[in-house]
């Protein structure tokens, strides 16, 4: 029997759900779990420092979730969840193999809601998580009768860590990185990176009302529920402020996620061993 399978035990149903990001995009599954899930205390992790995940090997970025996980692990963790897609396509089953504690992703989740939502289906993501196929093959494994469309999206999550959602080179790029899909006549869209619905403002104006938008943090959060129910790890009784912290400037995590928040979040800084962060990091 592992500490996870007793019966629901205070000390741990209290303890805080880990969500980890590469920076602001685990803020649009962090309102989820507001939503859904409002009694759990949340400790957020922006890995700042060596965003974008999304154009690193699938090495790297086993090795940054390895770091945020054990840190998570570390500072009590009862359940992870990556708030990340590209960790989840790229990570999730290695790690879930390496730690005891009970690790979510978002691809699962995602693709059984798009092979809902539409047979003709348009994945945008980061260029690791496109590269990685997991998207199509996960719905075509729930619909194999399913058309699956992915497009890489590079410039979006800078654009959104800059805090350019109005510019108009933003709207610019997303109708080129749309206009594909659309050409596919696609009935759902999923929103495959958690930085992207950020933009759904811009989407709004680009898209036609008969796209379905599948926002997959919504049914990871849902996925987390029933796990919670399952493990009986789920806490009854007020939540903790939501912790926040980053391997990047604090200052700059506030400032920029102050908007989709509501207000100025503490922040504070966790530093891996040099080694770890790699080039190409802010
Ligand atoms: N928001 C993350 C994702 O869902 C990572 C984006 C990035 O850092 O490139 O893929």
Same mark, same amino acid.
């Given at each position: 029997?592992?500490?996870?399978?007793?019966?629901?035990?205070?000390?741990?149903?209290?303890?805080?759900?880990?969500?980890?990001?590469?920076?602001? %995009? %685990?803020?649009?599954?962090?309102?989820?779990?507001?939503?859904?899930? =409002?009694?759990?205390?949340?400790? $957020? +992790?922006?890995?700042?420092?060596?965003? =974008?995940?999304?154009?690193?090997?699938?090495?790297?970025? #086993?090795?940054?979730?390895?770091?945020?996980?054990?840190?998570?692990?570390?500072?009590?963790?009862?359940?992870?969840?990556?708030?990340?897609?590209?960790?989840?396509? *790229?990570?999730?089953?290695?790690?879930?193999?390496? +730690?005891?504690?009970?690790?979510?992703? #978002?691809?699962?989740?995602?693709?059984?809601?798009?092979?809902?939502?539409?047979?003709?289906?348009?994945?945008?993501?980061?260029?690791?998580?496109?590269?990685?196929?997991?998207?199509?093959?996960?719905?075509?494994?729930?619909?194999?009768?399913?058309?699956?469309?992915?497009?890489?999206?590079?410039?979006?999550?800078?654009?959104?860590?800059? %805090?350019?959602?109005?510019?108009?080179?933003?709207?610019?790029?997303?109708?080129? $990185? *749309?206009?594909?899909?659309?050409?596919?006549?696609?009935?759902?869209?999923?929103?495959?990176?958690?930085?992207? =619905?950020?933009?759904?403002?811009?989407?709004?104006? #680009?898209?036609?009302?008969?796209?379905?938008?599948?926002?997959?943090?919504?049914?990871?959060?849902?996925?987390?529920?029933?796990?919670?129910?399952?493990?009986? #790890?789920?806490?009854?009784?007020?939540?903790?402020?939501?912790?926040? $912290?980053?391997?990047?400037?604090?200052?700059? +995590?506030?400032?920029?996620?102050?908007?989709? *928040?509501?207000?100025?979040?503490?922040?504070?800084?966790?530093? +891996?061993?040099?080694?770890?962060?790699?080039?190409?990091?802010?």
């Amino acid at each position: 029997m592992t500490a996870y399978d007793t019966l629901a035990d205070p000390r741990l149903t209290s303890a805080p759900i880990g969500i980890f990001d590469s920076g602001v %995009g %685990g803020l649009t599954v962090l309102r989820q779990l507001d939503r859904q899930l =409002p009694q759990e205390s949340i400790l $957020y +992790f922006g890995d700042t420092a060596r965003l =974008p995940y999304g154009n690193r090997t699938a090495d790297e970025i #086993l090795h940054f979730v390895r770091d945020i996980i054990g840190w998570m692990v570390d500072q009590g963790a009862k359940m992870v969840m990556m708030a990340c897609n590209t960790s989840s396509a *790229l990570a999730l089953e290695q790690v879930q193999q390496e +730690f005891e504690v009970p690790i979510l992703g #978002l691809i699962w989740p995602g693709a059984r809601a798009a092979a809902q939502a539409g047979q003709r289906i348009g994945v945008i993501a980061t260029p690791a998580t496109v590269a990685s196929d997991a998207y199509r093959q996960a719905i075509l494994e729930v619909n194999p009768q399913a058309q699956v469309w992915q497009v890489g999206c590079p410039a979006f999550v800078p654009l959104i860590e800059q %805090g350019r959602i109005q510019h108009p080179e933003t709207r610019r790029v997303a109708a080129r $990185y *749309l206009q594909p899909l659309m050409a596919q006549g696609i009935d759902a869209l999923v929103y495959g990176c958690t930085h992207y =619905p950020h933009l759904e403002p811009v989407f709004q104006t #680009l898209l036609s009302s008969q796209v379905q938008r599948v926002d997959p943090a919504t049914h990871l959060v849902a996925a987390a529920v029933r796990e919670l129910t399952l493990l009986n #790890l789920k806490h009854t009784g007020p939540a903790r402020p939501t912790r926040f $912290y980053v391997s990047g400037d604090p200052q700059g +995590f506030a400032d920029l996620s102050v908007r989709w *928040l509501g207000y100025r979040p503490q922040v504070e800084q966790v530093v +891996f061993s040099a080694a770890t962060v790699l080039p190409g990091g802010s």
